[in-house]
């Protein structure tokens, strides 16, 4: 019998600024020579909403603090398998909201480096993401 498969929640933001722009982040990943583009956001800790860990994984990586958040687009699967040696293979799941930021500043984690993309643009790149959502691409696409 199949075991049942464990989940992390987490939060992604699709910034939008007054242009219509999206915010991606570049991550690179040293360790294991990876790099791909991502939306702001990451993994609720313990005793948090979705909005909070939203809130504070945004002001982490990027710096914004007058994120404003939107529609929430639900939660969806995400193609990730976490590695936690105590769970076994872990899934992820995404809550995903639509934000906006006039927040030009930025100050990213040692690891990113952040852009400002034509919604075309953040798509086709998340599309080489291995961990986007497809209900996020394309609400960035609608």
């Known amino acids: 019998m199949a075991q049942d498969m464990r989940y992390c ?6 910034i939008e600024d007054e242009r219509g722009r999206i915010l991606l982040l570049h991550i690179a990943r040293p360790q294991t020579a990876e790099h791909y583009w991502d939306l702001p956001g990451g993994r609720v800790q313990e005793g948090e909403s979705t909005v909070e860990a939203l809130r504070r994984e945004v002001a ?39 934000c906006r930021s006039q927040t030009y500043n930025l100050r ?3 690891n990113m480096r952040s852009q ?7 798509a086709k790149l998340l599309r080489t993401s291995p961990n986007i959502p497809m209900e996020l691409i394309a609400a960035i696409e609608s």
Do not use: H, N
């Open 60 to 98: 982490e990586e990027t710096g914004i603090r007058d994120m404003v958040i939107g529609q929430s687009l639900g939660i969806m699967m995400t193609p990730a398998r976490l590695s936690l040696p105590a769970e076994g293979p872990t899934g992820l799941l995404f809550a995903g909201y639509k």
């Open 9 to 14: 929640v987490g939060a992604k933001a699709i």
């Open 108 to 110: 990213t984690e040692p």
């Open 116 to 122: 400002w993309c034509e919604r075309a643009t953040a």
